[in-house]
């Protein structure tokens, strides 16, 4: 198997947890409306952040009481949300290791504004080259072409790249298609990022 010579990363879940981010504020958010949040409905309209955003926020403006457009609720779930955004102690460190030793990409499904604004609070965009946005692309995770373009200005082999994240389509599965190895964060695969170092020294057997 080839020598493993470049890494791709995915953000959420990956690099931190969105879902606790989100949950976070949504607590919140609760507190100061003064109410007890009905998690089973949020948690199926939102899907791990996969479901459609509109109806969600649509949801949540009744639940809270916003007023504003869509445009607004955007801004204030985007608000939300990277305020609450935390690494895991190491994390950045891990990354500051990595960049020196691989070429580091990260490739997130979202949308431009979101995920820029979470890597920002996160502190890390500037230990990523590329940074591949699928809102700012037009194609999401699995699809190959969005591999292709983290790699686009490495020469380097695909087959010499790991995509490290924690979804099994659309990152393992999408990054195998796409004709690179994947590590997936979770089941079957290491438990956290934090693992990724002992993961490479492994490789090189």
């Given at each position: 198997?080839?020598?493993?010579?470049?890494?791709?990363?995915?953000?959420?879940?990956?690099?931190?947890?969105?879902?606790?981010?989100?949950?976070?504020?949504?607590?919140?958010?609760?507190?100061?409306?003064?109410?007890?949040?009905?998690?089973?409905?949020?948690?199926?309209?939102?899907?791990?952040?996969?479901g459609d955003k509109?109806?969600?926020?649509?949801?949540?403006?009744?639940?809270?009481?916003?007023?504003?457009?869509?445009?607004?609720?955007?801004?204030?779930?985007?608000?939300?949300?990277?305020?609450?955004?935390?690494?895991?102690?190491?994390?950045?460190?891990?990354?500051?290791?990595?960049?020196?030793?691989?070429?580091?990409?990260?490739?997130?499904?979202?949308?431009?504004?979101?995920?820029?604004?979470?890597?920002?609070?996160?502190?890390?965009?500037?230990?990523?080259?590329?940074?591949?946005?699928?809102?700012?692309?037009?194609f999401r995770k699995?699809?190959?072409?969005?591999?292709?373009?983290?790699?686009?200005?490495?020469?380097?082999?695909?087959?010499?790249?790991?995509f490290v994240g924690?979804?099994?389509?659309?990152?393992?599965?999408?990054?195998?298609?796409?004709?690179?190895?994947?590590?997936?964060?979770?089941?079957?695969?290491?438990?956290?990022?934090?693992?990724?170092?002992?993961?490479?020294?492994?490789?090189?057997?």
């Open positions: 198997m080839p020598e493993i010579r470049g890494i791709l990363l995915d953000l959420d879940e990956t690099l931190h947890s969105r879902e606790i981010a989100f949950w976070s504020w949504l607590e919140a958010e609760a507190r100061r409306s003064g109410i007890t949040l009905a998690r089973d409905s949020i948690a199926q309209l939102d899907a791990r952040g996969r509109a109806k969600l926020l649509e949801h949540l403006s009744q639940v809270f009481g916003w007023e504003g457009n869509h445009e607004q609720r955007m801004d204030r779930f985007r608000t939300g949300l990277t305020a609450h955004v935390r690494l895991e102690p190491g994390i950045r460190e891990l990354l500051v290791r990595l960049v020196r030793a691989y070429p580091l990409g990260l490739i997130t499904n979202g949308t431009g504004a979101t995920q820029r604004a979470k890597l920002a609070s996160l502190e890390i965009a500037d230990l990523f080259d590329p940074i591949i946005i699928s809102g700012e692309v037009g699995p699809d190959e072409r969005i591999f292709q373009l983290g790699i686009a200005n490495w020469n380097l082999p695909r087959s010499s790249v790991v924690d979804d099994p389509i659309a990152d393992v599965q999408g990054a195998i298609g796409a004709g690179m190895r994947a590590l997936r964060v979770g089941e079957g695969g290491i438990e956290s990022v934090l693992r990724l170092e002992a993961w490479l020294e492994q490789q090189l057997g």
